[in-house]
């Protein structure tokens, strides 16, 4: 598995997407940072954009990562290598060389701002570990998606039609809901379903980390109250570590049934 | 050697094998012959583990396929289409596969021998059909398995290339390897095989050597009696 991994990490690392995508968060970051003046205001900036960007990126690159390797996949899989390594493999390359094009495009500017002198180094640190569990998250999920799709064209469209639901669709609905049913008591529904949102999860991490839940309006409490805590931390990252393992089981049992 | 025990196998609503039994024996030659889309590609998939038979099972030297990965390590495997990743160099890839199986190889050897060097440092999407498939020789038999596949190894190749194929298949007949080979070059598959086995609706129409198959159709010319074969099937 190693060695799939190690070529497929590099074969991506040596491609121009990998660079544009590391680019553009070097200059995002460079330019938040010299406009603001302020790193805590940064972060929150860079939040909302990688919370949305980071899934988009993960999603299609991983689906576009997977129908151009068909070939070498074909390949590999007459050799006497395990499908799991195979796969395992591919996947892992994706999503760390997915990985290290954020944590290099955010780590540089900030760290010659001079991340490491300042009070917010954690709330640096939980933005990165968010965009690391994400850019696995959604790999996995495309993977998922263009292992059961032979047709490039319908892959893609699920893959969008994904982040569009996670992304935009989930909140929505999520509103309407809240705004539907406003008499009865909401707080269990809410926590739960937004347990259900890898994006709507990771948000609220960071969000209560930087201490600004007064953001979140009325349900803020609640999830100060669950989040805030210890074991609501231990909580939420126990959900985003089932959101990588889950999607990677059934990637490993779609990758073994399946026909070449 | 390969024995295939039954093995069904439908696609959607397409039933492409309907119980293959057939034994493949130890140092001997054995052409897969049937028309197209009569599953020999599909067949020699399900042997090598790519696609899963819905029904029956395989063995190879007595142990059961299922599950099992290692004993791909004994086959060398021509695939019929040659489809390469096309932004690497032809070295990369010899590299790549040597670096992933770690078994011993004789690449160098068979690079001079299909005449090769010269576009060791040419990327794959730039090469001819021809020279794909020489590329693809080369990365299916570098690792002198005691077991050769080839899925239609003459495709592309021009009459020199296709003598010295002969030649080499020869060379590896001579020391005892079991091969199987797809072809609908009839002249080839005469030449290089000992054993045939027709595949005709999803099932082994034809088991026996090439002069049981002459004297059951009456016909000397061997193109002629494949030929015969579907006609007296279709009658």
New interface residues.
């Given amino acids: 598995m190693l060695?799939?991994l190690k070529?497929s990490f590099f074969d991506l690392v040596r491609s121009r997407w990998s660079y544009v995508y590391f680019l553009f968060y070097l200059l995002l970051s460079s330019v938040l940072l010299f406009l603001n003046n302020n790193i805590s205001n940064a972060i929150i900036t860079l939040l909302n954009v990688v919370i949305v960007l980071v899934p988009l990126i993960g999603t299609i690159f991983g689906v576009m990562y997977y129908y151009d390797?068909?070939?070498?996949t074909?390949?590999?899989?007459?050799?006497?290598?395990?499908?799991k390594s195979i796969f395992m493999g591919q996947f892992l390359g994706v999503a760390t060389s997915l990985s290290l094009s954020v944590l290099l495009g955010l780590g540089i500017p900030f760290a010659l701002y001079g991340l490491f002198q300042s009070n917010v180094i954690f709330d640096f640190l939980i933005l990165i570990v968010v965009a690391v569990f994400l850019s696995f998250i959604f790999s996995a999920l495309a993977f998922n998606i263009a292992l059961s799709n032979t047709n490039k064209i319908k892959g893609f469209g699920y893959a969008i039609l994904l982040w569009l639901f996670l992304a935009v669709i989930y909140d929505g609905a999520f509103l309407i809901a809240l705004i539907y049913f406003q008499e009865y008591p909401l707080d269990k529904f809410t926590l739960i379903a937004t347990l259900f949102n890898p994006i709507d999860l990771s948000r609220i991490l960071i969000l209560l980390k930087l201490d600004i839940s007064a953001l979140l309006g009325y349900t803020g409490a609640i999830f100060k109250d669950f989040f805030g805590t210890l074991f609501g931390s231990l909580v939420s990252f126990g959900v985003l570590v089932i959101w990588v393992v889950l999607p990677l089981w059934r990637m490993v049992r779609l990758a073994k049934?399946k026909?070449? | 050697m390969v024995e295939f025990n039954d093995i069904h196998k439908r696609?959607d609503n397409n039933d492409v094998l309907t119980g293959i039994n057939l034994s493949i024996q130890k140092g001997r030659t054995t052409a897969i012959l049937g028309p197209n889309g009569s599953g020999k590609t599909t067949l020699i998939?399900i042997l090598?583990?790519?696609?899963?038979a819905n029904k029956g099972e395989i063995f190879v030297d007595e142990s059961n396929i299922k599950n099992n990965?290692?004993?791909?390590?004994y086959i060398d495997?021509l695939?019929q289409i040659a489809?390469?990743?096309?932004n690497i160099k032809v070295k990369e890839i010899i590299a790549?596969?040597k670096?992933?199986?770690s078994q011993p190889t004789r690449d160098e050897e068979l690079i001079e021998y299909f005449e090769l060097t010269p576009y060791l440092n040419i990327k794959l999407s730039h090469l001819s059909g021809g020279y794909k498939q020489k590329v693809n020789l080369v990365?299916s038999l570098m690792f002198n398995s005691p077991f050769i596949i080839l899925d239609e190894p003459t495709s592309g190749l021009d009459p020199v290339s296709l003598i010295k194929l002969k030649d080499l298949l020869k060379k590896e007949q001579a020391n005892g390897k079991t091969i199987l080979i797809t072809s609908h070059i009839m002249s080839f598959v005469e030449e290089i095989s000992d054993h045939i086995s027709f595949i005709l609706d999803g099932k082994v129409y034809f088991d026996g050597s090439i002069e049981e198959l002459k004297s059951t159709t009456e016909e000397t010319n061997f193109e002629y009696a494949i030929a015969n074969l579907l006609k007296n099937h279709h009658a």
């Fill in positions: 060695k799939i070529y390797s068909q070939e070498f074909q390949l590999l899989l007459a050799q006497p290598i395990k499908r049934r026909d070449f | 696609f998939k090598l583990g790519m696609n899963h990965w290692s004993y791909r390590k495997y695939p489809n390469f990743p096309g790549m596969i670096d992933l199986r990365l």
